[in-house]
């Protein structure tokens, strides 16, 4: 396994130990927890990650989509993530093609 993606299922387990969600992002709409959010936006990692951007996979485009506005806001709204810029996760629906309105930091 790369060390990055050890360093990502390391988070994902801290995550889980701590049982974490994001009460604010599931008041507007997202039924998801951050966790699930963050797993269902796996395929996105190399779109967000600093200083070696690509642009988003098919799949990381369909997550995105299929998450919607109220998750991805959750998630930028939600606790750091390591090695992701959350700027970059704002770009994602419009490098994406999703029609969202853009999330306000800090809801």
Do not use: W, Y
């Amino acid at each position: 396994m790369k060390v990055g993606a050890r360093k990502l299922v390391a988070c994902l387990m801290l995550m889980v130990a701590m049982g974490s969600t994001v009460e604010h992002g599931m008041a507007q709409g997202c039924g998801s927890t951050f966790f699930s959010t963050l797993v269902q936006l796996v395929p996105c990692r190399p779109s967000v990650t600093p200083f070696s951007p690509i642009p988003p996979s098919e799949a990381c485009c369909n997550s995105v989509k299929m998450l919607g506005q109220p998750c991805l806001c959750a998630l930028v709204n939600g606790p750091p993530v390591t090695g992701v810029d959350r700027n970059m996760d704002m770009q994602l629906p419009a490098k994406c093609a999703a029609d969202f309105e853009q999330c306000d930091l800090g809801a």
